[in-house]
């Protein structure tokens, strides 16, 4: 390679770094309100720090190129092909890039999912649990099931701790990055059962 091809390869490199870094995921549920720290902001937190690191290194590996470039150029020959040639090298690499972007991604995002998954079930054991006792006991909480018969209209009590168990599980399964596989809320609590409860 020459000294054209050398800096081509390190300036598409240096790009998608930042287009990685650019990159960012979605997590829109972070306008949501918690009772405590934002399970989903963890989350970004971590996988945002993970592609930072992505995006460093591959920016260091374009700069270590540039630099091999400054110290030994008057070794490389300056151009020793047609401008045709550079052109395909270009969009060779451009593809290279392009292809580069989901694939660190993907590995960005699975490298961080080891480390935010503890943090999560972490923070939402408590609504595990809560939900878990509502679903097993019939729409009741803990704290209204010795008094249940007591309670007037229990219906509509059920019903809204029904509905709120139901909004915890769904938040877990998203957090957990888990579709629901069933619309019976018992067997959506036993699949995320194994994280909180072990495997």
Known sequence: MDKTSLNIVSIVLGGVGLFVVLTK????????????????????????????WLFTGLTLFGLAVQVVVAVWGDRIKERVHATRFYVVLFVVWLAVGVALVPLLNAAGNRLARRS???????????????????????????????????????ERFRTANLENATRQVEQIEKLLEMPP???????????????????
Do not use: C
């Not at 943090?119 to 704290?143: C, L, M, P, S, T």
């Not at 596989?181 to 495997?199: H, Q, Y």
């Open 25 to 52: 995921f979605s997590v829109p549920e972070l306008h949501a309100t918690f009772l405590d720290s934002n399970p989903f902001v963890v989350k970004r937190d971590v996988i945002e720090s993970f592609m930072t």
């Open 116 to 154: 935010w998954l503890p943090q999560v079930i972490e923070n939402q054991k408590g609504v595990y649990r809560a939900a878990r006792f509502v679903i097993e006991h019939d729409g009741w909480r803990e704290d209204q099931l010795a008094a249940k018969d007591t309670i007037p209209k229990p």
């Open 181 to 199: 596989r069933s619309t019976d809320l018992r067997a959506r609590l036993d699949g995320i059962k194994p994280f909180f409860e072990g495997r």
